[in-house]
């Protein structure tokens, strides 16, 4: 007879869930004993954060939720920040926790934490299962929920009576069908392209939701038929080629970095797909340029971000409309264009520079020479995703990973792992700080027992660089950042993967691409200095980059 816990896992198979990551508990036994006879793959992690950063991950680029799978009160919170890591970055996923019985407790109030309770503010839904009969809609509501706009997590929690209970007539399982959405209103694209005709400077951004795998179609044709120049958040990067003669950069920063010198002279920003959890690549206020808010859900209005006029449904289908309008009459559209040369030039300085250690602008470009158009970059969290950021040009939708919403340590290598998972004939490079790889280095075992295709770039300065810079920059003495590491190299070789390190600034190329051809899981270690480049970037925001402003 069919208990409960299989009929959950025929549901998530209805969904078409094909693996599921995570950490099983007693609580969960049931659960397991059903995956075991089902057709989905259990990925066994080190660690519960690393789980839900890969089901993120698998969401984040399939656009069909990621799932993965705790036990009660420490594993389930164990889950937390991944739960937050998809929903400010807006990727589908759905966790699965245990809990003890619901019908009676004999363990009393032994690792009992009200988990639903703890998840609300973190998802878009949480719900208890406490019925077989409810599994099939509340399995096909939460990845509804976890899909639809804008996309987040999700959690279900399964008691382990619930679990374990017998099912003498299952329930019919909700089959899924797509729901498609709405282009946007014809008045609010006749709205926009007036504001647009009548620009003299206009300026296309590229946010964090033009990244959804839905999105990409008609990014790129809008740009072409208007000819507008575009920038990119960071989240934003590689939905419409980097390598277009009407790119203009990546905002780094808030204000004051390279590309700010077209965001301050633009009297018009048409700002696609913005999400205000990431962070601002550029501050509205009194005198800028006027913004027209483009995207699936209406803007979420800030302090920095106010929209004159907003363009609200599919982003594609409603940018093909908005084209119609535009395409051949904007004499105008290429007006800052002039600035590209110059802004370009900047971000590329010093990538030649041949000292050891390397400078981060020389560490980019070598990693752009040893990735295909297609390979996948996923960055953990620090002072180098700035240069990454800036430098790094892209051609493909979400083949650079980066995290600018909650922005968490830990996550570059889970990333990257699931990355490689979904596309084992790519090359995927996670690139990590040495403080960021140590909260969840532990997953290099779970990658060698996958038997990935996995490079791991460690840049060792032995500090929480980032906020040693913030520190040094807000003039408090240089306190309670640094830290020792392990010997990378033998730390690697441990888990049966093949370490390198790298001992001079020509040697990154030739190590990463000897990896990469030998294939397996591969750590490579190359010391970095933040020190010089942490002058230079003060200098920036101070005086390097005067703002001018649009006359």
Not at 172 to 179: E, Q
Not at 269 to 279: L, N, P, Q, S
Request: glycine share 8%; hydrophobic share 45%.
């Amino acid at each position: 007879m069919a208990k409960t816990s299989d009929l959950l896992v025929a549901a998530l198979e209805n969904e078409g869930v094909d693996r599921i990551f995570g950490v099983p508990g007693e609580e969960n036994l049931d659960v397991l004993e059903s995956l075991r006879t089902s057709r989905i793959k259990l990925v066994l992690t080190r660690h519960e954060q690393p789980a839900a950063f890969m089901a993120a991950t698998h969401g984040r680029l399939t656009g069909r939720p990621g799932v993965c799978l705790s036990t009660l009160g420490p594993g389930a919170l164990n889950l937390v920040t991944g739960a937050a890591y998809a929903q400010l970055g807006a990727m589908p996923m759905v966790m699965i926790t245990g809990q003890k019985g619901i019908m009676s407790s004999r363990q009393a109030g032994f690792q009992i934490v009200d988990t639903v309770a703890a998840m609300r503010p973190l998802t878009k839904l949480t719900r208890q299962i406490v019925s077989p009969a409810t599994i099939p809609a509340l399995v096909r509501d939460a990845f509804r929920v976890a899909q639809e706009e804008r996309p987040g997590p999700v959690h279900l929690e399964l008691p382990e009576d619930v679990a374990g209970e017998e099912v003498a007539d299952p329930p019919p399982l909700v089959p899924p069908h797509p729901i498609e959405i709405p282009v946007a209103h014809p008045a609010a694209i006749d709205r926009a392209a007036e504001m647009i005709l009548a620009a003299e400077r206009p300026l296309v951004m590229l946010g964090a939701a033009t990244s959804r795998p839905r999105a990409t179609r008609g990014l790129a044709g809008f740009v072409h038929r208007t000819r507008i120049p575009f920038f990119t958040t960071q989240m934003g990067k590689g939905t419409v080629p980097g390598g277009s003669s009407l790119y203009m950069g990546t905002a780094a920063l808030s204000e004051r970095d390279y590309v700010h010198e077209a965001i301050e002279r633009a009297d018009l920003i048409i700002a696609i797909g913005h999400d205000t959890v990431e962070k601002p690549p550029f501050l509205m206020g009194p005198g800028g340029p006027k913004v027209v808010h483009v995207s699936y859900t209406p803007a979420h209005v800030e302090q920095v971000y106010f929209p004159h006029a907003e363009v609200v449904g599919d982003v594609g289908p409603s940018l093909e409309l908005l084209a119609d309008r535009l395409e051949g009459r904007l004499p105008q559209a290429g007006a800052l264009l002039p600035l590209r040369e110059g802004i370009l030039a900047r971000i590329t300085d010093r990538a030649d520079e041949e000292r050891f250690p390397p400078t981060p602008q020389r560490l980019v470009r070598d990693v752009r020479r040893v990735m295909p158009e297609d390979g996948v970059v996923a960055l953990d969290n620090g002072m180098y995703k700035i240069w990454f950021a800036r430098n790094y040009r892209t051609t493909v939708a979400n083949t650079l990973l980066l995290d600018n919403a909650l922005a968490t340590m830990g996550a570059g290598l889970p990333s990257a792992m699931m990355a490689a998972m979904l596309n084992p004939a790519r090359r995927t490079l996670a690139v990590c700080g040495d403080g960021g790889f140590m909260m969840n280095s532990q997953e290099m075992e779970t990658a060698i027992r996958l038997r990935l295709n996995l490079v791991v770039l460690v840049l060792e300065d032995s500090a929480y660089g980032m906020i040693r810079w913030k520190q040094s920059v807000d003039g408090f003495p240089d306190f309670g950042m640094t830290f020792g590491n392990p010997d990378f190299v033998r730390y690697a070789e441990a888990y049966g993967a093949t370490g390198h390190r790298v001992g001079a600034t020509d040697d990154l190329v030739p190590t990463l691409e000897a990896a990469f051809s030998a294939g397996g899981v591969h750590l490579v270690v190359v010391p970095i200095d933040y020190s010089e480049n942490k002058r230079v970037l003060v200098d920036e925001l101070q005086a390097r980059l005067p703002i001018v402003k649009s006359a």
